[in-house]
């Protein structure tokens, strides 16, 4: 384990969630490398360490949002449910660190403040908030792309009396809200699945929507014995099916186009993915739903007709319809009973567009239309995300150039896996990647491995360094623009471009030019000896 003295190593991987595990197993086990993992947490999981909000839970299907690398893991582990919770995940994390022995590699409650690579030696200086200080040859960054979350400066927030916390920060002891007046802020994919739980359990619940979002029902079920056979005995098709889509699930591609269509056909296919639940709905109705207008329209104003028919009072299902953005421009959410949950006596929204939040008192959130009195307040208000968890260390490349001052105008990367001025620096999942817009553990386990072969090349051929070139950086930076151009991205305010964080330069992050192709593109720029990079040493 790591000691504070200063330690040589080949590698050193900074996170312990579903990227850093396998990225410390490749490493380690089949690299023969010697590799050490910092995380902050006091356990191992990642987003599932600190997700720990009531209803949180997967939202993408759990025999697929799962690693493939050991089919033996996979025979071996057992998920109840088709959604499920955050602490079975987290179990499953734990169960791999503990199968696969990662345990003595991984050094917890423990956070990498510097990185600072040396020109002279070729190696980065790795520093910890414990006093560590590592040399190591290789950098991994498997700090997740929202891990760094966004608490809004509002002011009073340090007077309010009651308790306060955010979803991706959530306290290990439960929350107890029996009896109190609890607000909501935000809902996103976190909000929406807390809302719900919160409001079962609360005296009072007080949403405060700045965004109507669009959500399709989960369909949360336990997986039978007949379809835990089917998923085992499945183990190849599902796999390959995740590696030939572009969105990482195990589903075919629909060619059907919602303008070929009537609308009573429309509806028909909607409605049945609707009473299917789960992302097909946004995937598997129509190819166009995702890149063209007015097939958008169509499934947005479904989705909008199912809110009308299922929230009671007119004007709250007012205020609950998306109308200033299309369907999935914003990451869309997957629910458990969130739109009837406004049907109940104990649950208020708030649209904090038409009456915007002023201030926290000592006992409430002040609206500048009236004073809402709470004992709880809950921030669902997202994440720094894929930068800011990679912004908060301070990286420093040749020059002594830190990653803050070359991502100023918003990140750039060479495929999203290296960035041009820090050598043998490696960023899963990093911006620029497909990352965010495709099913996790499927990207993150072809990133690792592209990164695992890359050092293997290098260490065969001698070399000890690896830099993008600015060039490839910057035609890769372009072609990521691009590819975002064509779709409907644009359209909304997200997190995806950095609108949720006040003063963060507006660059659409990951790749949306589909899983596929960039692992095609990879693959070719491995074979081509790396093209795009430089290699020394
Ligand atoms: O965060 P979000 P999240 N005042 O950024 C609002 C993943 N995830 O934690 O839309 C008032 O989506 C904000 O309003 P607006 C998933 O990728 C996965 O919910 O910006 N409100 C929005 O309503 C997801 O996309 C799972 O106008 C403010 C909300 O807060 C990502 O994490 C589960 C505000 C933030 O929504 C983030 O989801 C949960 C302010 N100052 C999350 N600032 C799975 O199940 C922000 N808001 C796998």
Sequence with gaps: MATRETRELDAVVVGAGFAGLYMLLQLRDVLGLEAVVFETGDGVGGTWFWNRYPGARCDSESFY?????????AQEWEWSSRYPEQPEILRYLNHVADRFDLRPD?????????????????????????????????????????????????????????????TGRWPHEPVDFRGKRVGLIGTGSSGIQAAPVIAAEARQLTVFQRTPNFTVPARNAP??????????????????LTRETDGGFPYKPVERSALDHTKEERDA??????????????????????????????????????????????????KLLPTDHPYGSKRPPIDTDYYVTFNRDNV???????????????????????????DVIVFATGFDAMTGSLLRIDIRGVGGETLAEHWEAGPRTYLGLQVAGFPNLFTITGPGSPSVLVNMPVCIEQHVEWIADCIRHLRASGRQRIEASPEAEAEWVEHVYEASKQTLFWEARSWYLGANIPGK???????????????ARCDEVAEKGYEGFVLGG
């Excluded at 799962?66 to 089919?71: D, L, N, R, V």
């Excluded at 208020?348 to 004073?371: C, F, M, Q, W, Y």
């Design 65 to 73: 949002y799962c690693y493939s690398f050991s089919e033996e893991l």
């Design 106 to 166: 991984i050094q917890l409650e423990t956070r990498v403040t510097s990185a600072a690579f040396q020109e002279e030696s070729g190696r980065w200086r790795v520093e910890t908030d414990r006093g560590d200080v590592v040399s190591a040859r290789f950098l991994i960054t498997a700090v997740g792309c929202l891990s760094a979350s966004n608490v809004p400066e509002i002011e009073g927030l340090e007077s309010f009396e009651g308790e306060w916390y955010h």
């Design 223 to 240: 997986l039978d014995a007949r379809r835990q056979r089917e998923i085992k005995e499945g183990y190849d098709d599902i796999w390959r």
């Design 269 to 318: 296919v909607f409605e049945e993915l609707w009473r299917e639940g789960g992302f097909k709905f946004m995937w598997g109705s129509f190819r166009d739903v995702l890149r063209d207008k007015k097939a958008n329209a169509t499934a947005a104003e479904f989705i909008r007709e199912k809110i009308r028919a299922t929230v009671k009072d007119p004007e709250v299902a007012r």
């Design 348 to 374: 208020t929204l708030v649209d904090i567009r038409e009456s915007p939040i002023v201030a926290i008192t000592p006992n409430g959130v002040k609206t500048s239309d009236g004073h809402h009195d709470l």
């Design 505 to 519: 330069p507006r660059v659409f992050m990951p790749y949306p030019g589909g899983m596929t192709g960039y692992r």
